[in-house]
């Protein structure tokens, strides 16, 4: 009953995992059933596995400065292509003082506008005059010199350093990277790829970026959901060595199918179909390097696993230095749970208090440890290991454990059921509806799906109203107070009265085939997953070829041969809720500005390049926007973004 880890333990059976691969492709099939033996490394056996090709040399050199010689408290200005070209590393002021983010960023931006100025200039076949001017045009040779200094001039980028926190992520790794490295063993990968999570979240298992990665190994759920438990109580991608072994499988895998591990380290940031497109393409790995740019290949995906490399030796440099404290290794039992249990019951009859729970089981969402929801059943509850734990495990009261989950407030669709009679008949706004049940906008709803009625959302003075919301605030509340000065108004969202036009389409039930839009970061493997059926074959249904991806947007056939379209909505519906609590547990809605679209301006490069936010978060912000296109002069909204 009992499974006591001490690590580096290796892989444990207790450790539960759906068995789901991400890419089951039919076309490689004879791989699986080939003998591969996948090398473990020692010393210089490692150079031939992750080679250290002379085309990535200036960008691992880069790497290594970041993590070991800049401070978070200053930017490198470079080129954008070659790393080797370092034209300033400026100082910024700590971000904890008042106004210092608004300065850095105008520093950065002056800076870098600066090095444009010099570059254009020279670029037009000026004379460099200043030493700043001889020290620039020096870095550029040959009789396409002005040529270069020109393009040269729109490929300037800043990179914040990240010496301190690259030491952080060395202390927190003691806790896991033996138990890590003992994961990979056991699946007969190389042991240097445990410091992967150096690249990814400096070894922090509360990371959490904008676009929806957590833990970390920084899974998105879409890929996560493949492999581990993601629900509204267990996040398993915020466990490390759960998500270790999930990260096992995926890095396996892709080797699998590219063959050399530069491809499937960049795969790991990439995807492996847009690998196998760019090997296709390109070939070897130094040419994708070099030359290729298809898709969404851009800075981050080429300079990968040059980061892995640079991470490498800036770790096991480090690793050796006394003075910098290793968290010790974690030793814990497992205790598979027979029924369901409320955490303040944990707490109180194995005298813990809530922090050490959290750090010794981090799967645990929020509602949790709120007291929203119960641990649930079958849960591998992670408890101090000894004597005195194996005793109060024999003696939990049966009182104490339940048959079923804490309700929530959830309608039942029924025959006949609009989206707006069922918004009308609760009192709240459609459009809060559709946003609570990630619905699309013509609300199409199935008998027997499970629909969330929301308590109508209350406004916060601190934030923004979004578009959608303003225009179903209907009045303001003054509260008189006898210096009325000082009293704000309060605003009270009030939910119309009015009955909804029978507009949205009736639910229906036992469809076996449908077409649908795809929604922000959901995959075809996840789809597979989720209708129980084999990627190869939903491929199929769309005529889809092996490195084909989706995109938001497109319209995509589903097959209810598993599910049915009830339960297949009730998925994706979890799916976006859950992707949205975990974003704005994360960060805050600080501001919103206006931003006129320029011309090559797309939708993916203004998300995920200039404004750093993800795709649905501006959805909700400009409601009419189409996911495929925007157009030149089109004026949006955007939401600026900060950590909570």
Known sequence: MIDFRHHP????????????????????????????????????????????YPEIKAAVKFWEDIYSTHSIHSSVIHDHEDLSRIYEVIQLLDRNLPAAEKINRTAIQQAVEKYKNILEGLGKGNPPVTVEEIRIAAMFSGPERLKQMTEAAGRIRSQTGLKERFIEGVTRSGAYIGAIKAILTDYGLPVELAYLPHVESSFNPKAYSKFGAAGVWQFTKATGEQYMQINDTVDERRDPLIAAEAAAKYLKNSY???????EAITAYNYGTAGMLRAQN???SYPAIYTSYSEGHFGFASRNFYSEFLAALKVATHLEQDSSIPKDQALIFATYPLPGFIHLYDVKKHFALSEKELKILNPALRDPVFQGKRLIPRRYQLRLPA???????????????????????SLYRVKRGDTAGAIASNNDIPLKVLLRANALDSDARIYVGQKLRIPSHPRLSSAEPLLPHLASERESFKRFSSPDE??????????????????????????????????????TLPLFAHWLKMDEAELRKANKLAITDTIQPGQKLIVLYDEISAAEFADLRADFARENQEDFFAAFQVADQITYTVQPGDTIWNLCNRKFHIPLWLLKKYNDSIDYSTIQQSQTLVIPIVVER
């Open 281 to 283: 393409s390109h070939g």
């Open 256 to 262: 699998m199918l590219l063959g050399e591990w530069p």
């Open 9 to 52: 333990p290796g892989r444990s059976s207790s450790v539960l995992f759906h068995p789901m691969l991400c890419w089951q492709l039919p076309l490689f099939v004879l791989l699986l059933t080939i003998s591969i033996c996948l090398p473990r490394t020692s010393g210089a056996a490692s150079n031939k596995i992750f080679p250290e």
């Open 386 to 408: 000894g004597a005195r734990t194996e005793k109060l495990i024999t003696t939990i009261p049966l009182r104490m454990l339940s048959n079923s989950q804490m309700t929530e």
């Open 485 to 522: 000065k000082k009293t704000a108004q309060v605003p009270v969202i009030r939910a119309r009265k009015k009955l909804y036009p029978e507009q949205t389409p009736v639910a229906r039930e036992a469809l076996k085939r449908d077409t649908i839009s795809v929604h922000p970061d959901e």
